[in-house]
């Protein structure tokens, strides 16, 4: 035994079968990882506060007596203590509370209570405080330490957790652990060595600086952080490089299919097109696996540029997957690609999971035979009987809303002789920089960063829904100027069906006021060829007006639609919101967008809504999504997993990426490093190895 990962938490006091198995729970088996339990945050017990000095939304110790309780009925029964000390009044309340816990708290009892300040009815109020009756004398102000509090589990509180850390502090003394940071780095960085971090952090020293504690920014808590944010960027580095263990086809641009298709195309490629895509040709030709994300924006064309990857790969003989997050969207892609490379004599295929019985055993059939050089889908294709000729190329649009273990799993699907295939991810949520430098950092990114020449701006206008009939008019004239619209119902309740119905019930309404107008509907609950027949009838231009859910929130392509209203924008996200609003402003007309909001907005709302009439540039937005909702909405959900630290904060943080980014690489070949580092830090959240 010569390590604190060999030593079980049951050595530890008062940790028996039951505990040692709430504590496997967090991923806590070993003292070691029990020390990686690192406390979030901090409660500054240290000092009293006078009550005549608290404002609301502090968060602090007071201590005095009880000058009454009372039961107090009202809307709920609540408890109400007033407490007293010579400077002022508060009052404890609780809602849940026993008849020994009122009858302790009589008058004249002293108390010492923790919590946070808020307004109440009976003036500044604590909700369910942590209080201690008869409290000992506080610690002298030379020897208080600041309250770790822990990220916790069912069955286990606060004070337990504590008491386990600082026993197993003690163990840390005579087993250190071992420091895989380079010493250098440390020096230049003036970082503390990581056993010394670790023993800060869950006991801070009294003479310890409280603000950069409380702030996360302590040498100690950064040495963590850094260290934390390098094993996620090895994991993602360990990844990459396992798929490139394996070889790939190299696909070389050859034939007359690219210039054949480029001369059926109305237009010409932007600059940023033509740089992006060479830079996929390039990757391509090489008989190592590509794993390139491109960006870019709504409406930069991202499309055109799968195709012509497509095209590359086809021209060598192989074939190309493609995959969408959603049926109509995957509906549309097949749409776009049968119009664009049947002509040129390739068969397509279409797989989703509504495709059943006689009709997908064909399928598969063209699919496992080669007969379909592509096959466009939904994660349909991820399916274990899909298996494919010669799958060359695996391109997945939208890629924010895949896991990123979903994307892996693509790579059991490769050529035969264990071959790889290439892959390309484009997503048109612009990433912020430090974002995609960490969440993507197993993939090499190309960024389409200029429109098609001829778009012009969207004007945004931001109003509150009493003024639903204005808008409704000027849906009635865009219309009949024969221009088309959307009309966006959004519900946060991720209801599906409650959504629908919202949907269902505008729709009806618009209706009977827009007698004049053909009105469609598509939502998510609509069969597969009926969500199809309305989108293609609304691309005819055989509907005026198409009412949906935000199912229509990516890649959808109608050029003709110049004006979207999109209700109750205040709930969604910034980035759902120009996502949203990139449905127009995709052909030559002049394009609007409505926010129509519920009043009163948040401030928040209203910051969020100013920064998307203010701009349409996605990164910029992006940037603001970020700082205001954090990596996990711009990531989208399924993505949070990765960006699930324990102790790094996105946004506090970011100063470290640059330089994590550049040391990961060099320490790459040091595998008992980079895997005692993951496993440090990522445990078993993630295996790699076996999606
Ligand atoms: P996104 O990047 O949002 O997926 P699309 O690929 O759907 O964008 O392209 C948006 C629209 O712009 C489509 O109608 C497409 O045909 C058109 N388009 C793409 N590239 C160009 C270009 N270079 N010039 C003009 N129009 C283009
Ligand atoms: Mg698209």
Redo the contacts with the bound molecule.
């Keep these: 035994m010569n390590s604190l990962d060999d030593i079980q938490v049951t050595v530890l006091k008062g940790v028996g079968a039951a505990l040692a198995a709430t504590l496997a729970k967090l991923g806590i088996v070993s003292l070691q990882d029990l020390l990686f339990h690192l406390p979030h945050r901090y409660e500054d017990r240290t000092r009293i506060t006078p009550m005549g000095s608290l404002g609301v939304g502090d968060v602090g110790v007071v201590e005095g007596e009880v000058v009454k309780t009372d039961l107090v009925m009202g809307r709920r029964r609540s408890l109400q203590v007033s407490l007293r000390d010579q400077s002022g009044f508060v009052v404890m309340r609780f809602f849940h509370f026993n008849a020994a816990q009122k009858n302790q708290l009589t008058e004249g009892q002293r108390v010492r209570c923790y919590g946070e300040v808020r307004p109440g009815r009976a003036g500044y109020e604590f909700y369910h405080p942590e209080y201690q009756l008869n409290p000992p004398a506080m610690p002298d102000q030379s020897q208080a330490t600041l309250t770790p509090v822990y990220p916790l589990t069912e069955g286990i509180q606060q004070p337990r957790v504590r008491s386990l850390c600082q026993q197993a502090l003690a163990y840390l003394k005579r087993y250190p652990i071992r420091d895989w940071l380079p010493a250098g780095m440390l020096a230049d960085y003036q970082l503390p060595g990581i056993s010394e971090a670790v023993a800060l952090v869950h006991a801070p020293p009294a003479d310890a600086p409280v603000h950069s504690l409380m702030a996360g920014q302590h040498p100690a808590q950064q040495r963590l952080v850094m260290e934390e944010l390098l094993a996620h960027q090895l994991s993602l580095l360990r990844v990459r490089a396992q798929i490139q263990e394996r070889k790939a086809l190299p696909l070389l641009p050859s034939g007359d299919l690219t210039g054949r298709f480029l001369d059926s195309l109305h237009?010409?490629?932007?600059g940023a097109?033509q740089q992006v895509l060479s830079e996929i040709r390039q990757d391509l030709s090489q008989p190592l696996p590509m794993l390139r994300l491109v960006q870019?924006d709504?409406?930069?064309?991202?499309?055109?540029v799968a195709a012509l990857a497509a095209l590359q790969a086809i021209n060598s003989g192989a074939q190309v997957a493609m995959m969408a997050p959603t049926e109509i969207l995957a509906e549309q892609h097949f749409n776009n690609f049968s119009q664009w490379l049947e002509p040129l004599g390739i068969k397509l295929a279409w797989l989703s999971g509504k495709v059943k019985g006689k009709a997908r055993i064909t399928v598969i059939g063209q699919i496992a035979d080669g007969e379909a050089a592509m096959v466009i889908g939904t994660h349909a294709l991820f399916q274990e009987d899909v298996a494919f000729d010669r799958l060359g190329l695996v391109i997945v649009d939208e890629q924010h809303r895949f896991g990123v273990h979903q994307r892996l799993a693509l790579k059991q699907k490769g050529a035969a002789d264990e071959l790889a295939p290439h892959q390309l991810i484009m997503t048109?949520t612009p990433i912020p920089r430090t974002l995609a430098m960490s969440a993507y950092a197993d993939l090499d990114t190309s960024v389409i960063d200029e429109l098609?020449?001829g778009r012009k701006p969207i004007e945004t206008v931001v109003l509150p829904d009493n003024r639903r009939e204005d808008i409704i008019e000027r849906v009635q004239q865009a219309c009949q100027a024969g221009r088309q619209a959307y009309w966006v119902c959004t519900l946060i309740e991720e209801s599906e069906a409650l959504q629908c119905q919202a949907a269902e019930v505008t729709a009806e309404h618009l209706r009977e006021r827009l007698p004049e107008l053909k009105v469609g509907l598509v939502h998510g609950r609509l069969k597969g060829p009926e969500k199809v027949r309305i989108m293609q009838a609304f691309k005819d231009g055989a509907l005026d007006l198409l009412v949906a859910t935000t199912v229509i929130e990516v890649?959808v392509?109608v050029?003709n639609a110049s004006l979207i209203i999109i209700e109750n924008p205040e709930r969604l996200g910034l980035a759902q919101l120009h996502q949203l609003r990139?449905r127009v402003g995709?052909g030559e007309e002049a394009s609007f967008c409505v926010l129509m909001y519920h009043p009163p907005l948040s401030q928040n709302g209203r910051a969020r809504l100013q920064a998307l009439r203010e701009s349409q540039d996605g990164f910029f937005i992006a940037e603001k999504d970020l700082e205001i909702r954090g990596p996990g909405e711009v990531l989208g959900t399924r993505q949070t997993g990765m960006m699930q630290f324990r102790l790094a904060d996105f946004e506090r943080d970011k100063g470290w990426i640059e330089a994590v980014r550049e040391l990961a690489p060099a320490l790459m070949g040091d595998h008992q490093r980079v895997d005692a580092l993951i496993r440090r830090w990522l445990g078993d959240r993630i295996r790699y190895g076996d999606v």
Aim: aromatic letters at 4%.
């Design positions: 237009f010409r490629l932007t097109q870019g709504v409406g930069s064309g991202k499309t055109v048109a098609p020449p890649g392509d050029p990139g995709r």
